[in-house]
């Protein structure tokens, strides 16, 4: 049976292709679902534009749209391992992580809900007697997200969160190869009691769905979150229809491990930091510089602990690493461990794509760790979104720096210290949107999340995460019986 999709606020079939859902473990077949067309769009769109202008949305008061969201959280966390297990078909990843990334979408739901009921307009600083102003946010009506198969559920949710908080609608399409969490959400609004209209899910490809959704007229903010030539495409979509946009795209993140470091817990720290999500994440602890009074010592314990990982099937317990999403990317990783062959980086261990037992009929690819590279390696440089670790050894901390910052990347990064004066300094001069000390890959909805350089534009998460989809109106307020003068 080919599932129906939710457009305009409706479930009905898609005039796209069917598109297949396969489970990366074994290719087995989890759902055929319609797609939209480019059809299927302009009416969500247009169903989007009559919905958020209605007065029974566009004039809700804060809290009523809070309602919805904390209803929703409510509804996600009822059915937490229901929805981990069908993000796990749908990406791969083990269930230890699914359920974390479930829990994190109800925690933005609820976060969002809190902070549209809380967050206040502003009485002006008053710069003359006989006017007073005020500033107030409004919604700025259709917006299109777009999200990646990674992290679907925590991706979409802070995307449609923050939006309908802002009282606007949503166009969510979501990854091809990852639709049906966003199609669960649906639901989940849908049981919330979130009007028709103001949200649609829209799987397809993005050639097609992606670009009509972007392009629309109506269409006034684009929010995005994968690679960065896409972003870049989108950049210059909203730069000519002159709107805005937020873009979370690639990384390259430098983790730094400094000679007073705590051994045991840098170690276990980069080893999460870079091979949980089988180094398929943005924010994965890519490169590594070691300081080389240390280096030996924490290479042998890093080594061991990398080799303990289990990689595994994503529904058993204990499974630390699953399958990477798809064959064809098995093969982009595998391409570039190659590459570093070919530019003199050994591989420490991993390496080779895993193939036997249950595991061959999936696309599983091992911990792998490669040395005796400098940073200007392709390897260092492009981002592979897989589980592939490249050490450089440093001595001295200017270069340190210098190396870290030798990128067209700039999204996060990671400082491995006892000394908490030293390692703030250094987490000020790293050039990335996100610095972890002591830790690494731990999220609060709370703290503002994004790039520099080519890593992407603007914020989401935050309290000025819902404002992120809104726009600024002052308003001026006569005091004054006298006329403007000139009228006088």
Same mark, same amino acid.
């Given at each position: 049976?080919?599932?129906?999709?939710?457009?305009?606020?409706?479930?009905?079939?898609?005039?796209?292709?069917?598109?297949?859902?396969?489970?990366?473990?074994?290719?087995?077949?989890?759902?055929?679902?319609?797609?939209?067309?480019?059809?299927?769009?302009?009416?969500?769109?247009?169903?989007?534009?009559?919905?958020?202008?209605?007065?029974?949305?566009?004039?809700?008061?804060?809290?009523?749209?809070? $309602?919805?969201?904390?209803?929703? #959280?409510? @509804?996600?966390? /009822? *059915? %937490?391992?229901?929805? &981990?297990? !069908?993000?796990?078909?749908?990406?791969?990843?083990?269930?230890?992580?699914?359920?974390?990334?479930?829990?994190?979408?109800?925690?933005?739901?609820?976060?969002?809900?809190?902070?549209?009921?809380?967050?206040?307009?502003?009485?002006?600083?008053?710069?003359?007697?006989?006017?007073?102003?005020?500033?107030?946010?409004?919604?700025?009506?259709?917006?299109?997200?777009?999200?990646?198969?990674?992290?679907?559920?925590?991706?979409?949710?802070?995307?449609?969160?923050?939006?309908?908080?802002?009282?606007?609608?949503?166009?969510?399409?979501? $990854?091809?190869?990852?639709?049906? #969490?966003? @199609?669960?959400? /649906? *639901? %989940?609004?849908?049981? &919330?009691? !979130?009007?028709?209209?103001?949200?649609?899910?829209?799987?397809?490809?993005?050639?097609?769905?992606?670009?009509?959704?972007?392009?629309?007229?109506?269409?006034?903010?684009?929010?995005?979150?994968?690679?960065?030539?896409?972003?870049?495409?989108?950049?210059?979509?909203?730069?000519?229809?002159?709107?805005?946009?937020?873009?979370?795209?690639?990384?390259?993140?430098?983790?730094?491990?400094?000679?007073?470091?705590?051994?045991?817990?840098?170690?276990?720290?980069?080893?999460?930091?870079?091979?949980?999500?089988?180094?398929?994440?943005?924010?994965?602890?890519?490169?590594?510089?070691?300081?080389?009074?240390?280096?030996?010592?924490?290479?042998?314990? !890093?080594?061991?602990?990398?080799?303990?990982?289990?990689?595994?099937?994503?529904?058993?317990?204990?499974?630390?690493?699953?399958?990477?999403?798809?064959?064809?990317?098995?093969?982009?990783?595998?391409?570039?461990?190659?590459?570093?062959?070919?530019?003199?980086?050994?591989?420490?261990?991993?390496?080779?794509?895993?193939?036997?037992?249950?595991?061959?009929?999936?696309?599983?690819?091992?911990?792998?760790?490669?040395?005796?590279?400098?940073?200007?390696?392709?390897?260092?440089?492009?981002?592979?979104?897989?589980?592939?670790?490249?050490?450089?050894?440093?001595?001295?901390?200017?270069?340190?720096?210098?190396?870290?910052?030798?990128?067209?990347?700039?999204?996060?990064?990671?400082?491995?210290?006892?000394?908490?004066?030293?390692?703030?300094?250094?987490?000020?001069?790293?050039?990335?949107?996100?610095?972890?000390?002591?830790?690494?890959?731990?999220?609060?909805?709370?703290?503002?999340?994004?790039?520099?350089?080519?890593?992407?534009?603007?914020?989401?998460?935050?309290?000025?995460?819902?404002?992120?989809?809104?726009?600024?109106?002052?308003?001026?307020?006569?005091?004054?019986?006298?006329?403007?003068?000139?009228?006088?």
């Amino acid at each position: 049976m080919v599932r129906p999709i939710f457009i305009g606020g409706e479930w009905r079939q898609g005039r796209g292709p069917i598109s297949v859902s396969r489970f990366p473990a074994d290719g087995s077949v989890n759902a055929e679902l319609s797609t939209a067309s480019r059809e299927d769009v302009e009416e969500a769109v247009q169903a989007a534009e009559r919905a958020w202008r209605a007065p029974s949305w566009r004039q809700a008061l804060p809290h009523q749209r809070a $309602a919805i969201l904390y209803k929703v #959280a409510d @509804l996600i966390e /009822a *059915r %937490l391992e229901q929805l &981990a297990a !069908l993000q796990t078909r749908d990406n791969g990843k083990p269930l230890a992580e699914t359920r974390g990334l479930v829990a994190s979408a109800a925690g933005t739901a609820r976060y969002f809900a809190a902070a549209c009921e809380t967050l206040d307009e502003q009485l002006t600083s008053q710069r003359a007697a006989d006017f007073m102003t005020l500033s107030v946010h409004e919604p700025i009506g259709v917006v299109a997200a777009i999200t990646p198969w990674n992290s679907p559920i925590a991706s979409e949710m802070q995307k449609i969160a923050p939006a309908l908080a802002g009282g606007n609608a949503v166009l969510l399409k979501p $990854a091809d190869a990852t639709p049906l #969490a966003a @199609l669960e959400l /649906a *639901r %989940l609004f849908e049981e &919330a009691g !979130l009007p028709k209209g103001l949200l649609s899910i829209l799987p397809g490809r993005g050639s097609v769905v992606g670009d009509a959704l972007v392009r629309h007229p109506l269409v006034r903010k684009i929010s995005f979150t994968g690679g960065t030539n896409t972003g870049r495409s989108l950049a210059h979509i909203a730069a000519d229809k002159l709107i805005p946009t937020s873009l979370e795209l690639g990384g390259k993140s430098p983790t730094i491990v400094l000679e007073d470091a705590d051994i045991e817990l840098a170690a276990k720290g980069v080893v999460y930091g870079i091979f949980s999500s089988a180094g398929q994440a943005c924010i994965a602890g890519s490169r590594l510089f070691v300081h080389g009074a240390v280096y030996e010592r924490f290479m042998e314990r !890093l080594l061991t602990l990398t080799r303990e990982l289990r990689v595994g099937h994503p529904e058993q317990d204990g499974t630390h690493m699953g399958p990477l999403i798809s064959e064809a990317h098995l093969q982009s990783v595998a391409d570039y461990v190659a590459l570093a062959r070919e530019e003199g980086g050994e591989v420490l261990c991993g390496g080779e794509r895993l193939s036997e037992g249950t595991l061959a009929n999936g696309s599983f690819y091992p911990p792998t760790i490669i040395t005796g590279l400098n940073n200007g390696a392709r390897v260092c440089q492009e981002e592979i979104f897989g589980p592939v670790l490249v050490v450089i050894r440093f001595e001295d901390e200017a270069d340190l720096l210098g190396q870290a910052n030798d990128s067209i990347f700039g999204l996060a990064a990671g400082i491995w210290s006892e000394d908490f004066r030293r390692a703030w300094r250094l987490a000020r001069r790293l050039e990335c949107g996100t610095v972890w000390i002591n830790t690494y890959k731990k999220f609060s909805v709370s703290a503002p999340f994004g790039g520099y350089k080519e890593s992407g534009l603007g914020r989401e998460k935050g309290r000025e995460g819902v404002l992120a989809y809104m726009q600024q109106k002052s308003i001026y307020v006569g005091l004054s019986d006298t006329p403007n003068p000139w009228c006088c």
